[in-house]
């Protein structure tokens, strides 16, 4: 028996192993990927701040170096490029403790040190520090693996809309050079008609890689829009205005200063796809590493399912057949020994049906305890009601005498410094009801009763005494207060109306006896005095509030 029982415990040892080995090799491959393509994001993210920083230093020194040839002073604190770098190092110093950006914070200085160089504005340096920036944003972005088409088309449409804008910058430097040596500076025009074939180039390549790779992006319309802003006729015209003067050997009729905002304007249509294309890229990235989640979630899933559904059950199985074949061989050997005295019809029909008994004891089980939390609620349900019936006056749906004299005796003593009850009759309510009829008389306790909800704070008690008398009970307030309250009340009662189905509108007025409570054991006395008031109130005219005092008659 035991043998068998190995056998069973082998096979599903290695039906485990082989699923389990698969499926670990399978997440830790996904999570390898997704670590990979966060840290690619990452990059990503590095990316566009090296974009914004170069741009940034582009324009600093474009438009430094325009001021001082027309020896204008440069903008007051105009140092752009200090922002962007600034967050270019906070993010690399953030990233540094991973060994995948160990080297970021090292070109983010490198970055700094550069800019510092370009802002001296002399021509050598500068240019060798513009070659060494747009060198290091090449290297970045090659450092970036992905191997999905749309993210390297995005990638080189990114590097040339970087390699247009450092050319119209570099493009300004070298028609400045040759201004300022009134036309005589004939490696500055060879260089300058270099940078505009080269837009040239660029326009070509970024046309085509418009139309042909990028019609299935989600941002196509606004990246034709900026790629036609930036190569417009003005554009053209003002390419072929410079070629045609450096060119004729004269250079006398271009407007520097004129080209120079014409360029800026156009950098910024380029700052713009720059982004459109990052964007992109972030995109897929974003796509990647949800992929490789739901990969490994899936897996994870695949695992515990496989342990619930297939793995349990089949032990099941296998500690039943063992039981089963343990009955089996304990008849054999009765046999074997000549005792006939074996049910084996018992034995079978306790092979067949004693999973079938369990799963029908269990369903009864369950459905007797379904029935159980039925009536349990249905039970909780009529106590809530009787509870709810018992505190609640039918008729206006506030609380009844009993529930507000139960609220009083549970409160803490606290609860009654200097608060005041109050006893509210309404004036005339037999004539109401013998005039109009009970049904009228009711709308008026309701309507009353609606008054009282929204005129009281929530922390003061209030309830239906008995037939058209209410108490209040003003927590925190005394007789003076209360009875600047309650005129208030009265006030509003006297505008409060019920409409009748012939058009008539009942008007009513209150009156109200006040007595100061300072101890809740003093609730019957307190109640005596409070009426005592209100009778006061009824016999000197109705229509008002009345303050107990001990000298009151009684009426």
């Known amino acids: 028996m035991m043998k068998i029982r190995s056998f069973f415990a082998l096979i599903i040892l290695f039906i485990i192993l082989s699923l389990s080995i698969l499926s670990i090799s399978t997440i830790q491959d996904n999570w390898s990927r997704l670590q990979l393509n966060i840290a690619e994001q990452n990059r990503i993210e590095y990316l566009q701040l090296l974009l914004v920083a170069s741009e940034k230093?582009?324009?600093?020194?474009?438009?430094?170096?325009?001021?001082?040839?027309?020896?204008?002073?440069?903008?007051?604190?105009?140092?752009?490029?200090?922002?962007?770098?600034?967050?270019?190092?906070?993010?690399s110093e953030k990233q540094s403790k991973s060994s995948h950006f160990l080297q970021d914070k090292y070109t983010a200085l490198e970055i700094k040190r550069l800019s510092n160089i370009i802002r001296k504005n002399d021509s050598i340096s500068s240019s060798y520090s513009f070659n060494r920036l747009s060198t290091i944003i090449e290297h970045k972005m090659i450092r970036i693996p992905n191997s999905s088409i749309e993210f390297m088309i995005s990638v080189q449409g990114i590097r040339l809309t970087n390699r247009l804008y450092s050319s119209f910058t570099e493009l300004i430097d070298q028609l400045i050079d040759i201004c300022k040596s009134n036309n005589t500076d004939t490696d500055s025009k060879i260089k300058a008609i270099k940078l505009l074939g080269g837009i040239d180039e660029i326009k070509d390549r970024l046309i085509t890689i418009q139309k042909f790779y990028l019609n299935n992006s989600n941002e196509i319309e606004k990246i034709n829009d900026l790629v036609n802003e930036i190569f417009n006729n003005n554009s053209e015209k003002a390419n072929k205005t410079i070629y045609k003067e450096l060119v004729s050997m004269k250079y006398n009729d271009i407007n520097i200063q004129q080209i120079n905002v014409f360029y800026l304007q156009n950098k910024q249509h380029i700052s713009l796809l720059s982004q459109l294309l990052l964007k992109q890229a972030t995109d897929?990235?974003?796509?990647?590493?949800?992929?490789?989640?739901?990969?490994?979630?899936?897996?994870?899933?695949?695992?515990?399912?496989?342990?619930?559904?297939?793995?349990?059950?089949?032990?099941?199985?296998?500690?039943?057949?063992?039981?089963?074949?343990?009955?089996?061989?304990?008849?054999?050997?009765?046999?074997?020994?000549?005792?006939?005295?074996?049910?084996?019809?018992?034995?079978?029909?306790?092979?067949?049906?004693?999973?079938?008994?369990?799963?029908?004891?269990?369903?009864?089980?369950?459905?007797?305890?379904?029935e159980k939390h039925l009536l349990e609620n249905k039970n909780q349900q009529l106590i809530h009601q009787l509870k709810l019936k018992s505190t609640t006056d039918y008729l206006t749906s506030i609380s009844n005498r009993r529930a507000f004299l139960e609220t009083i005796k549970h409160s803490s003593p606290e609860y009654f410094n200097h608060s005041s009850l109050a006893i509210i009759d309404i004036d005339n309510f037999k004539q109401i009801n013998d005039k109009f009829g009970h049904a009228s008389g009711d709308e008026v306790l309701i309507k009353f009763s609606q008054l009282l909800s929204l005129f009281f704070r929530k922390n003061d008690l209030f309830c239906?005494?008995?037939?058209?008398?209410?108490?209040?009970?003003?927590?925190?307030?005394?007789?003076i207060l209360a009875k600047k309250i309650l005129e208030k009340l009265c006030t509003k009662v006297r505008y409060l109306s019920v409409a009748l189905p012939s058009g008539e509108k009942i008007y009513f007025t209150i009156s109200i006896g006040i007595a100061e409570m300072n101890n809740k054991f003093d609730i019957d006395q307190t109640i005596i005095h409070a009426d005592k008031a209100l009778y006061h109130s009824k016999a000197t005219g109705k229509d008002r509030v009345t303050v107990y005092t001990h000298d009151m008659a009684v009426y």
Do not use: W
Not at 62 to 90: M, T, V
């Open 464 to 479: 239906r005494y008995g037939g058209e008398e209410f108490a209040i009970l003003l927590h925190d307030c005394d007789h």
């Open 284 to 370: 897929i990235a974003n796509n990647q590493i949800n992929t490789s989640k739901i990969k490994i979630y899936t897996m994870v899933c695949f695992l515990i399912i496989f342990f619930l559904f297939s793995i349990l059950p089949i032990i099941m199985m296998i500690f039943k057949l063992s039981d089963a074949f343990s009955l089996i061989q304990k008849a054999i050997l009765q046999l074997s020994n000549n005792d006939l005295n074996i049910n084996l019809k018992e034995n079978q029909r306790r092979f067949s049906f004693e999973l079938d008994a369990i799963i029908s004891s269990l369903i009864k089980l369950k459905n007797i305890q379904i």
């Open 57 to 91: 230093i582009y324009d600093e020194h474009q438009i430094s170096h325009i001021s001082k040839l027309y020896n204008n002073p440069d903008p007051i604190n105009y140092n752009p490029a200090n922002i962007a770098l600034k967050n270019l190092i906070a993010f």
